[in-house]
């Protein structure tokens, strides 16, 4: 079956602008998460996503950063206002319940000029 | 200081070499452990999964984990070409709500043929 997908797969932007990133989780699987992995660092949680609760968003750098999930499905990371330290690979992950294993999309690779 | 510290390398082996992979963190609340691989331009993938401390064994993989000196281990036998990657160790003191790990830096293994 078709696994996480993401989109773009690469993101060219200028400082200022808005940018929103697409997670498509496996489907079924009720849990998704954001991370995000620049370049020498690991992978750093932004927000969390379980069925129809109210997300985690404890990992969020600033309030630029947003997140939203509908119909518990497709999941759009936005971020506003962007600049150059938010360069960086964003990373989608789902799994069928908060106990089990995440699978992790292809990511985004964002560049911010 | 980080809460988990892994070496970012690269370490480069010739085939068919042992190859040992290392991670220490400082949260004693750590319970869940595991290591992902992870391709150029791909998201990761899980390779080994270990509740608290002992050994498990899968394959040419064997991945240790001391919980009393906080230090955990990927050893990868008989190391092939297709093992060159980067290997992320995770963690997390719970998999139950919210099962949001926390990652190392990565480690780039470069295996010669």
């Known amino acids: 079956g078709a696994g996480v997908s993401q989109s773009p797969s690469n993101k060219v932007t200028e400082k200022g602008k808005d940018v929103e990133l697409r997670c498509d989780p496996i489907s079924g699987h009720t849990a998704l998460y954001w991370y995000r992995q620049s370049l020498g660092q690991g992978l750093e949680f932004l927000i969390y996503f379980q069925g129809n609760s109210a997300p985690d968003k404890s990992g969020l750098p600033s309030d630029r950063f947003s997140a939203e999930r509908t119909g518990g499905s497709v999941s759009t990371l936005t971020i506003q206002r962007t600049q150059q330290e938010d360069s960086a690979v964003y990373l989608c992950?789902?799994?069928?319940?908060?106990?089990?294993?995440?699978?992790f999309g292809p990511g985004t690779r964002l560049t911010v000029l | 200081q980080k809460e988990v510290e892994q070496d970012p390398g690269p370490l480069s082996v010739p085939e068919g070499a042992i190859v040992s992979l290392n991670c220490t963190y400082s949260?004693?609340?750590?319970?869940?452990f595991m290591w992902y691989r992870q391709y150029s331009r791909k998201g990761p993938e899980l390779l080994m999964y270990t509740y608290s401390s002992g050994n498990k064994e899968d394959g040419r993989f064997t991945a240790q984990v001391d919980k009393s000196s906080k230090y955990i281990s990927l050893f990868i036998r008989d190391s092939q070409p297709s093992d060159s990657a980067t290997y992320l160790c995770?963690?997390?003191?719970?998999?139950?709500?919210?099962?949001?790990?926390?990652f190392g830096a990565g480690t780039i293994l470069r295996v010669k043929s």
């Open positions: 992950a789902s799994s069928a319940s908060p106990n089990h294993e995440q699978f």
């Open positions: 949260n004693s609340a750590f319970q869940y």
């Open positions: 995770a963690m997390s003191d719970t998999m139950e709500y919210g099962n949001k790990l926390v």
